[in-house]
T-cell receptor
Framework: GAGVSQSPSNKVTEKGKDVELRCDPISGHTALYWYRQSLGQGLEFLIYFQGNSAPDKSGLPSDRFSAERTGGSVSTLTIQRTQQEDSAVYLCASSLAATAGTEAFFGQGTRLTVV | AQSVAQPEDQVNVAEGNPLTVKCTYS??????LFWYVQYPNRGLQFLLKYITGDNLVKGSYGFEAEFNKSQTSFHLKKPSALVSDSALYFC?????????????FGTGTLLAVQP
C-alpha cells in the first residue's frame, strides 16, 4: 500500500479482555515500530522489529503486552487482560532500515479505550 | 541509553514572528536526529532529519533545524510562523552506537501560533 495501515482505527473493550492491533507496513520496509501515545503524553516506545533480528522489546510495559511480525511484514500487537491504564492511541511506523538515518513513516493509529 | 528532551511543553508565538522549538539529546555514538509534526487527529508526519554534514538542515513547510554537537541540541526553527503551524512537534533520535536502531521520541512540544 501507499502508507502504513493500522486496524482497527478505534477499539473499545471491556477490562480484562484481550485485544489485537494490526499494522501493515509500507511494502519493502524492513523495520517496524510500535509506540503508545496517551492523552497529553509523548510517544512511548514499545517494541522494534528489524528484519530477521531479534526484536527490541525493551519498551513493553508488562508481560501482558506482546507483539509478533509474521513473514517480515504484518505485525500484531496483543494486549492480554486489558486494564484501564492501557487506554491510549497505539501507533505503528515502518522504515527502510538500510541505514540508521532513514526516517520512519507512521500509520494513523488505533485508539484503544478500555471500559 | 539514548534519550531526547523537549524542555517546553508549549511554545506560544505570534503569527509572523520567528519560532524555536527546543530539543536536546543524549547518545553514546553519533546521533541521527529527526523532527515530526502531529496535527490534531492526524498521524505523525516527518519534517526533517540530520544525519551528517551541514549543521543547518532544511525541511518541509519552511522549517529548518540546527544541529549543535557541543550543546547536544537540535532546535527546530522557522523565520515566520503561520497560524497553520499550530500543532504538536516531536523530536526523535537514533543512536549510531546503540545496540539497535530504535527511534526514541521526546515528550512533544505544543506550538500555538496566535493570529
Amino acid at each position: 500500500g501507499a502508507g502504513v495501515s493500522q486496524s482497527p482505527s478505534n477499539k473499545v473493550t471491556e477490562k480484562g479482555k484481550d485485544v489485537e492491533l494490526r499494522c501493515d507496513p509500507i511494502s519493502g520496509h524492513t523495520a517496524l515500530y510500535w509506540y503508545r501515545q496517551s492523552l497529553g503524553q509523548g510517544l512511548e516506545f514499545l517494541i522494534y522489529f528489524q528484519g530477521n533480528s531479534a526484536p527490541d522489546k525493551s519498551g513493553l510495559p508488562s508481560d501482558r503486552f506482546s507483539a509478533e511480525r509474521t513473514g517480515g511484514s504484518v505485525s500484531t500487537l496483543t494486549i492480554q487482560r486489558t486494564q484501564q491504564e492501557d487506554s491510549a492511541v497505539y501507533l505503528c511506523a515502518s522504515s527502510l532500515a538500510a541505514t540508521a538515518g532513514t526516517e520512519a513513516f507512521f500509520g494513523q493509529g488505533t485508539r484503544l479505550t478500555v471500559v | 541509553a539514548q534519550s531526547v528532551a523537549q524542555p517546553e511543553d508549549q511554545v506560544n508565538v505570534a503569527e509572523g514572528n520567528p519560532l524555536t522549538v527546543k530539543c536536546t539529546y543524549s547518545v553514546s555514538g553519533n546521533p541521527y536526529l529527526f523532527w515530526y509534526v502531529q496535527y490534531p487527529n492526524r498521524g505523525l508526519q516527518f519534517l526533517l532529519k540530520y544525519i551528517t554534514g551541514d549543521n543547518l538542515v532544511k525541511g518541509s513547510y519552511g522549517f529548518e533545524a540546527e544541529f549543535n554537537k557541543s550543546q547536544t541540541s537540535f532546535h527546530l526553527k522557522k523565520p515566520s510562523a503561520l497560524v497553520s503551524d499550530s500543532a504538536l512537534y516531536f523530536c526523535a533520535v537514533r543512536d549510531e552506537g546503540g545496540a539497535t536502531n530504535k527511534l526514541i521520541f521526546g515528550t512533544g512540544t505544543l506550538l500555538a501560533v496566535q493570529p
